[in-house]
């Protein structure tokens, strides 16, 4: 089974949504402190919201041909970017966008402790890992969950009613979000549910951070600080697994 983490960091206004150059301050920043281990690569990509769309599918329990919805936004084909200065300049004009910058190794100063499960056991990782370090900019207010309730974790996906959630679309007054983390399960967030900007901290497979006396307030403090400068907001934290 293919399982990712992804942490998020996820401004307490929905509605906040920064220009280019916060997201290249933010991004000079990750790289300058660390963060993300050396080589990296930084990618943009162009996000376009489409009309609604589905995909024929065979439906395993009764054979039935059964027709799934698609997600409404698509990434388009990312660039890769010399520095994050070159943020500004792509990201002008753009409504909606992802900027991403990626490694494989061990940063220098690590968003978080990270390890994996051996033997029944949490153990921290010693040698090098996947990490992307993700801001995503729309410029409607969005969906910040996939769960529609806890239930959804304890059954099988019923894909004739399968609905897209994460990435559409939403009203402000979804604020409370139904986060995943492997340790707890379903977890509610307030003022996470929705929002127009966000930063997730993707890592490969089966890798994630331990829960503390914090919840999921698990990103350093350097990290949290650091994004409050360049966007001048406060954040608060969720997760995702899945």
Not at 72 to 82: F, I, P, V, W
Request: with cysteine; hydrophobic share 35%.
């Amino acid at each position: 089974m293919s399982l990712y983490y992804t942490h998020l960091l996820i401004p307490l206004s929905p509605e906040y949504r920064p220009e280019p150059d916060s997201v290249a301050a933010f991004g000079q920043g990750i790289i300058k402190n660390g963060n993300v281990a050396s080589p990296f690569t930084i990618s943009f990509a162009p996000v376009k919201k489409a009309g609604p769309s589905a995909r024929k599918a065979r439906n395993v329990v009764t054979g039935e041909t059964i027709s799934i919805p698609l997600p409404s936004r698509r990434t388009e084909k990312s660039q890769t970017l010399a520095s994050p200065s070159q943020i500004i300049e792509h990201g002008a004009g753009r409504q909606e966008y992802d900027v991403a910058i990626s490694a494989e190794g061990v940063p220098a100063a690590p968003p978080f402790p990270v390890g994996l499960v051996e033997d029944g056991k949490w153990a921290p990782m010693v040698g090098g890992y996947f990490l992307e370090i993700r801001c995503r900019i729309r410029n409607n207010i969005v969906r910040l969950y996939s769960l529609d309730n806890e239930d959804d974790l304890q059954r099988p996906p019923d894909f004739a009613k399968f609905e897209p959630r994460f990435d559409e679309d939403c009203s402000l007054e979804e604020r409370e979000g139904i986060f995943v983390h492997p340790e707890s399960g379903a977890v509610r967030i307030q003022n996470a549910g929705c929002g127009t900007f966000w930063i997730e901290f993707r890592l490969g497979k089966l890798i994630f951070p331990r829960l503390n006396s914090g919840g999921v307030n698990l990103l350093d403090d350097s990290v949290v600080c650091l994004a409050q400068r360049a966007f001048n907001c406060e954040f608060v934290q969720a997760c995702d697994w899945g």
